[in-house]
């Protein structure tokens, strides 16, 4: 995933305030010791069908995190008079749903009412990033499955359009932000009508600009437009801090962290090094993926509650 991924980056400069709670990695080596076969077995099978599915299965953890910390509660379906998470405005895009359905379905078969459907999206979300030439990591494990789900919360996920100000205050409260491909609306304010005086942010290589316009004009109807954060699409990479560098960011959000010394030179940092970029993605998904909210069940069926 190409850079499926970027900005965990907020994580390693940002404090994380949000509740932790003591988690193992040897949580289930008794109890259910083939989780993490199968959960690997659900995404190999997915990612040969779909090389789109590394950068959903992690956006899908980093969302399910940032609202009631990592409870699962993104995965449940909207019902009666509430829309659940999944169907809030910043959330109509996750897809690849049915990886952790398949991944439960399997880890249900050998070890029933045991495993947490938020510990499987924490791993699915590790071996997307593993198995797209990305690190690998040991992911703390021993969640609990949240019962309330609302879309009404899926304000408090960072906006595109957020400056640095905004970001700092944002992740200090939560955690993460990972990126992969992005619909027009989301950068459409940086290539149109940028200002009162100019029509594009003048932070944007003119040339990547004109390719954005290109594929979003102006009064764009198609639905699925959009643009990827880099040119390679599959594996794992630092390409995102490169071209953040010359200017060929999507975000505003991304662009203001070479607003100030400090983000800049972590951004420069991992541009030319991609073994610190590594380093750095793995101990903020070890953090984001710690912080729990009020988790209190195992879910039978990830969708629902029990």
């Known amino acids: ?27 289930y080596s008794k109890t259910c010791p ?60 996750l897809h690849a749903f049915y990886v952790i359905d398949n991944a439960k379905k399997a880890v249900e078969a050998m070890c029933p009412g ?15 990033v593993a198995l797209s030439g990305g690190p690998t990591w040991d992911v703390p494990k021993g969640r609990k499955d949240g019962r309330i789900s ?12 957020f400056n640095i100000s905004q970001l700092q205050q944002s992740f200090s409260q939560r955690g993460g932000h990972s990126l992969g491909f992005s619909h027009c609306s989301s950068f459409q304010n940086r290539i149109h009508n940028f200002n009162a005086t100019l029509d594009i ?33 599959t594996v794992f990479d630092n390409a995102y801090y490169k071209l953040l ?18 983000t800049k030179a972590l951004v420069s940092k ?13 101990q903020s998904m070890i953090r984001m993926s710690s912080i729990t909210g009020g988790g209190q069940e195992i879910r039978l069926d990830c969708r629902r509650v029990n």
């Not at 609302?150 to 359009?161: I, N, V």
């Not at 390719?211 to 699925?224: E, F």
């Open 150 to 161: 609302k879309a009404t919360d899926t304000r408090q996920l960072p906006a595109p359009t």
């Open 245 to 262: 560098l010359q200017g060929k960011s999507l975000f505003s959000s991304d662009q203001s962290l070479l607003t100030t010394p400090k």
């Open 114 to 128: 045991v495993v947490s459907c938020a510990d499987i999206l924490a791993l699915s979300a590790r071996d997307a």
């Open 270 to 282: 991992f541009a030319r090094s991609k073994s610190a970029f590594e380093n750095a993605f793995v």
């Open 34 to 93: 083939k989780l993490e076969t199968a959960v690997t077995n659900a995404v190999k099978k997915a990612m040969k069908n779909d090389k789109t599915v590394p950068a959903a299965l992690l956006r899908m953890h980093f969302h399910d995190c940032f609202i009631r910390g990592c409870d699962a509660s993104v995965l449940l379906e909207s019902k009666g008079k509430n829309t659940a998470e999944k169907d809030g405005p910043p959330n109509i895009s």
């Open 201 to 233: 942010d003048p932070s944007i290589s003119p040339s990547f600009a004109t390719s954005l316009r290109h594929v979003c004009p102006a009064h764009n109807k198609v639905k699925n437009a959009g643009a990827t954060l880099d040119s390679s699409t």
């Open 1 to 27: 995933m190409a850079a499926v991924v970027a900005l965990i980056f907020a994580l390693a400069m940002f404090p994380v305030s949000s509740p932790v709670s003591a988690l193992s990695s040897n949580y």
